[in-house]
């Protein structure tokens, strides 16, 4: 592993040490512990995070250096994947953007709070039945009518919950 100070990778590759330096702080040089640059593995690097649809920029500071630019064909595929991959993650953020402005989706958390208040709302009821109607109970003797009255308190119970329902949409 070959290693050199920043100005001497910029005399070995024809770039400024400006150039080296952008390079740097974008992250397309691999350093050392100690600081020094790692020849081969920061050229293919750059080669790997070189922006394909730029050849003309490429060409340009080539020829300005004096220096041959070959074709490879290795430096498109990972900044072409990392683009793709990028765009289809802005497309899904759009799209979640889109559908909660619409109203077709909301935060998880809210539709948990709303589904506990629902089913706290049709336990409270459901648990008052026992106390408001063992009396009227107690006191019947047909089983039809026990079970009309009981069936009718449910459904008060199940209306309660479903107006609740309809005034969280």
Sequence with gaps: MATVNQSEF????????????????????????????????SKQRIKETADPNRDDVVQRHASARGSNIE????????????????????????????ETRIGELVERAEVERDWVEVATVLRTNLEKIPDSMASVLAAETD?????????EQIEKVLKKASDHIERLA
């Design 10 to 41: 910029a005399k070995i590759l024809g770039y400024s040490r400006a150039a080296v330096t952008q390079f740097k702080k974008a992250g397309r040089l691999v350093m050392t512990e100690d600081g020094l640059v790692d020849v081969e593995a």
């Design 143 to 151: 089983s039809s009518r026990v079970h009309a009255i009981l069936t």
């Design 71 to 98: 074709d490879d064909s290795d430096t498109g595929p990972g900044f072409q994947e990392a683009r793709a991959l990028k765009e289809h993650y802005h497309a899904l953020q759009a799209k979640i953007d889109y």
